[in-house]
C-alpha cells in the first residue's frame, strides 16, 4: 500500500523558505509513468497544483508561482521535496504530497494523497 507522509516546519516568517518533505513508502518515487507532485489548499480556497517531479527527475511547475517553487528528490530515501521561496501570508495553507498518474492534480480522489501538514507564514 502507498503510503505518502509530509514533514516540514508548521510556522515559517515572511521573505523565507518553506522547505517541505514527502516520504514515500509502499512504491519507487522511479517507477514508470508516475508523478510525485505537490498541492496545498489555502484557507477558504480551492486545491492548487503546485509541481510535479516526474519518474524521470523532470520537474514541472505551476507558473502562477512565479519561479518560486523548486521540486527535487533524493532517490536512496525515497523522497521528493518543495522548497518555495520568498514566502509571504497568503502561502499559508496546508500542503499536500501525492502519487499521481498525471502531471497535474487537483482531485483528492486521484492517485494517492499525504494527510497534508498546515504551514502558517506569518512573523
Known amino acids: 500500500q502507498v503510503q505518502l507522509r509530509e514533514s516540514g516546519p508548521d510556522l515559517v516568517k515572511p521573505s523565507q523558505t518553506l522547505s517541505l518533505i514527502c516520504t514515500v513508502s509502499?512504491?519507487?518515487?522511479?517507477?514508470?509513468?508516475?508523478?510525485w507532485a505537490w498541492i496545498r489548499q489555502p484557507p477558504g480556497k480551492e486545491l492548487e497544483w503546485m509541481g510535479a517531479?516526474?519518474?524521470?527527475?523532470?520537474?514541472y511547475y505551476n507558473p502562477a508561482l512565479k519561479s518560486r517553487a523548486s521540486i527535487s528528490r533524493d532517490t536512496a530515501k525515497n523522497q521528493f521535496t518543495l522548497q518555495l521561496r520568498s514566502v509571504t501570508p497568503e502561502d499559508t495553507a496546508v500542503y499536500y504530497c501525492?502519487?499521481?498518474?498525471?502531471?497535474?492534480?487537483?482531485?483528492?480522489?486521484?492517485?494517492?494523497w499525504g494527510q497534508g501538514t498546515q504551514v502558517s507564514v506569518s512573523s
Open positions: 501525492a502519487r499521481s498518474p498525471s502531471k497535474v492534480l487537483t482531485n483528492k480522489d486521484v492517485g494517492f
Open positions: 517531479i516526474a519518474e524521470s527527475g523532470s520537474t
Open positions: 509502499g512504491a519507487s518515487i522511479t517507477n514508470n509513468y508516475d508523478y
